[in-house]
T-cell receptor, first 109, second 114 residues
Framework: AQTIHQWPVAEIKAVGSPLSLGCTIK??????LYWYWQATGGTLQQLFY??????VESVVQLNLSASRPKDDQFILSTEKLLLSHSGFYLC????????FGAGTRLSVL | KTQVEQSPQSLVVRQGENCVLQ??????????LRWFKQDTGKGLVSLTV?????DKTSNGRYSATLDKDAKHSTLHITATLLDDTATYIC?????????????FGAGTQLIVIP
């Protein structure tokens, strides 16, 4: 069975500090991977997607970047956090049905 | 401009009652539509996916319809349980592949009371 794991579960960071969120998918080779973001009280937005290792496409620019260093790993990062980065980040995989991780809640202070 | 509108914004029902959630959208092309359940602060769980004109799906107590002409979908929950308390999100995909974009509604917050 496939599993999707996101880390950390929650993070409190200072404005201007770096950030790295991770997502790992086990039990599925070459999955399509996605990052989504939901501002508090807002709507989910697709940020990035990746079809294969080393290739990431940006959907919405939020001063964030994503990388896929391994087939089963998707990383979301930034060198300088903004207050507006606060929210809930979800990783997902799938091509037909979509399967989401439990998410990471980020608070930028 | 919001391309996926859900109604009502929130809904309170008594355990055992049925409820209907609505989704209207303007996304073009509309390849498929999904309903997700999101518990507070948790990930999304897919309830159903609708692809074809006038599709109808059933997944236990959840059933859904899609009218592509009207760009409208409904999610029916029968015999609600306390565990159905969550936010239900309508998502429209403009393609069937990863190259497509998903458009999310703001969700309907359902609260089931004893």
């Amino acid at each position: 069975a496939q599993t999707i794991h996101q880390w950390p579960v929650a993070e409190i960071k200072a404005v201007g500090s770096p950030l790295s969120l991770g997502c790992t998918i086990k039990g599925k080779s070459s999955p399509n991977l996605y990052w989504y973001w939901q501002a508090t009280g807002g709507t989910l937005q697709q940020l990035f997607y990746s079809i294969t290792v080393g290739q990431v496409e940006s959907v919405v620019q939020l001063n964030l970047s994503a990388s896929r260093p391994k087939d089963d790993q998707f990383i979301l990062s930034t060198e300088k956090l903004l207050l507006s980065h606060s929210g809930f980040y979800l990783c997902a995989w799938g091509a037909g049905p979509l399967y989401f991780g439990a998410g990471t809640r980020l608070s930028v202070l | 401009k919001t391309q996926v509108e859900q109604s009502p914004q929130s809904l309170v029902v008594r355990q055992g009652e049925n409820c209907v959630l609505q989704c209207n959208y303007s996304v073009t092309p509309d390849n498929h539509l999904r309903w997700f359940k999101q518990d507070t602060g948790k990930g999304l769980v897919s309830l159903t996916v609708l692809v074809h004109e006038n599709d109808k799906t059933s997944n236990g107590r959840y059933s859904a319809t899609l009218d592509k002409d009207a760009k409208h979908s409904t999610l029916h929950i029968t015999a609600t349980l306390l565990d159905d308390t969550a936010t239900y999100i309508c998502v429209v995909g403009d393609r069937g592949s990863a190259l497509g974009r998903l458009h999310f509604g703001a969700g309907t917050q359902l609260i089931v009371i004893p």
